[in-house]
């Protein structure tokens, strides 16, 4: 059958132009695949913000990880800092706590020496006391002793007072003017005269008791060495003790006394 030119006009293209016109429309113009034009340019400045972000991202991460090394470093050297001062004030302390104890070990050497010295001149002083005393008395008229820092002169009763009298005889004025004269010259001593009798009872109308007896030849004593020796009366003091202080169980003798107590001063602090 013969065919027009109409009908090859209507007719569509035959199939092998079909396929070679699908593939110029998929290689393009060029002979290049169909892919849309600068599709790689496109991707190009993404790929480039992911590789930044990523190295930003590592960087950020190393200087946080130093940053936090850093402050682990500095609180270290901080807490290292604060360990040393307290190891300083602590060394500062005991320092301080051996010095003081060095000022208090000078200080306690220091004292002693002085104390020990102030003994020696205390017994040499006492010693010539004890010599200076014997030396005014006869054997007869009494003696002298000492015990620890107390020094007692014991007048026998006879010398003194006549038996039941409390009036000094003359030969005990002259013992006591020369007993006296060394107690005259002392100042740190306080001088107690004690009054003593033996167990024997005594009733007068002056003397109702020993009591009153050693009492009156006590304060005869007292005021003989303070009025006519010239003893200085504030250091002077007279008591009584009857027969309650005997020096011997068996010697009545030594017991009937007149005794003469000297011991160191104990100042009052007055108000």
């Known amino acids: 059958m013969a065919r027009t030119v109409w009908d090859d006009m209507h007719e569509g293209p035959t199939e092998g132009a079909a396929d070679e ?10 002979g290049s695949s169909n892919k849309e034009p600068g ?3 496109r991707l190009l400045p993404w790929l480039l ?20 090394h850093a402050k682990s470093a500095l609180a270290t050297a901080r807490d290292e800092a604060a360990e040393m001062r307290q190891r300083a004030f602590a060394a500062e302390d005991q320092l301080a706590r051996v ?13 002693l020496v002085q104390k020990v010295a102030a003994q020696d001149l205390t017994k040499q002083a006492d010693d010539k006391l004890i010599s200076d005393l014997r030396a005014k008395l006869d054997t007869h008229d009494g003696d002298v002793s000492q015990d620890a820092n107390r020094i007692s002169v014991n007048l026998v009763d006879q010398i003194l007072f006549k038996s039941g009298d409390a009036n000094i005889s003359p030969r005990g004025k002259k013992v006591l003017d020369q007993v006296g004269a060394v107690l005259k010259g002392l100042e740190s001593k306080q001088i107690l005269v004690g009054g003593h ?8 109308a002056q003397f109702p008791s020993n009591w009153e007896l050693s009492t009156a030849r006590a304060v005869n004593v007292v005021r003989y ?5 010239g003893v200085s009366p504030d250091k002077l003091t007279a008591a009584g003790f009857s027969q309650f202080h005997p020096r011997s169980k ?3 003798a030594k017991n009937r006394r007149i005794e003469i107590l000297l011991t160191p001063i104990v100042e009052v602090k007055k108000k």
């Not at 016109?21 to 060029?30: K, Q």
């Not at 003081?100 to 306690?108: G, K, T």
């Open 21 to 30: 016109e699908l593939a110029t429309r998929v290689r393009g113009p060029s």
């Open 99 to 111: 010095k003081s104890e060095r000022d208090q070990a000078s200080q306690a050497k220091t004292q």
């Open 39 to 41: 599709g790689p340019r």
């Open 49 to 68: 913000f992911v590789l930044t972000a990523s190295a930003f991202a590592g960087y950020l991460g190393r200087k946080l990880d130093e940053e936090d």
């Open 197 to 204: 009798t033996d167990d024997r009872p005594i009733h007068t």
């Open 225 to 229: 060495l303070a009025e006519t020796v």
């Open 250 to 252: 068996t010697s009545k």
